[in-house]
Every structure is written in C-alpha cells, then in structure tokens.
Nanobody, 122 residues
Framework: QVRVVESGGGLVQPGGSLRLSCAAS????????MGWYRQSPGKERELVAQ???????NYADSLKGRFTVSRDNAKNTLYLQMNSLKPEDTAVYYCYGQIRSISTPLVRRDYWGQGTQVTVSS
C-alpha cells in the first residue's frame, strides 16, 4: 500500500514563509512527477508546482519567484518553500505523486495526500 502525507502547514503572517513537506511511503516501486495543488473555499483546485524525477519544474505563473518546489528522491519526499506569503495564498495544499507500486509495477497512478491547511493572516 502506498501513502502520501503532507506536513508543515499552519498560520503565518503576511510576508512570512512556510515550508511544506510531502512524504511518500509504503510499497513503492518508482516515483515520477510529484507536485502540489491548492484549493481555497469556493474555488477549484489549482496547480501550484510540480517536479519530475529529473528535477525539471513547472509553476503556476502567478507563483513564480515566491514558491520553490524541490524533492529528495532518496527520501521519497517533496517540498514546497513558500516565501512572501499573501492572504490569497490561504488554502488547503495537496500533494500528489505519480507512483508505480510494487504490487502493480506496470501501472502508474496518482496518489494524493489528505491536504494541509495554510492560513495567511495578521
């Protein structure tokens, strides 16, 4: 069984920083692209950033320069460094990974975490 678990959310003041982590564990055969999405109340889930197994990244245009995605392949862990946070960054942040499990090594599917709340407020 494969699990994806986010951590690091919380309350931060405008202009502050937070670092989110996402750990994939369990019967993992291989991991391809990993990424972050976020969802605010009343809005659709939107892409924040993603990174493939070679380290190539893709960001939402509006977040370039403030957010940085990275990963540690040895630890099966994804990170999101968020700087200069704004109230509009308040959302639940979800992590996903494109993973092949040991039990089904020919099948690549997306595994999602439960989400972590980020609140930017004074």
């Amino acid at each position: 069984q494969v699990r994806v678990v986010e951590s690091g959310g919380g309350l931060v003041q405008p202009g502050g920083s937070l670092r989110l982590s996402c750990a994939a564990s369990g019967s993992i055969f291989s991991i391809y692209t990993m990424g972050w999405y976020r969802q605010s109340p009343g809005k659709e889930r939107e892409l924040v950033a993603q990174i493939n197994s070679c380290g190539s990244t893709n960001y939402a245009d509006s977040l370039k320069g403030r957010f940085t995605v990275s990963r540690d392949n040895a630890k099966n862990t994804l990170y999101l460094q968020m700087n200069s946070l704004k109230p509009e960054d308040t959302a639940v942040y979800y992590c996903y990974g494109q993973i092949r499990s040991i039990s089904t090594p020919l099948v690549r599917r997306d595994y999602w975490g439960q989400g972590t709340q980020v609140t930017v407020s004074s």
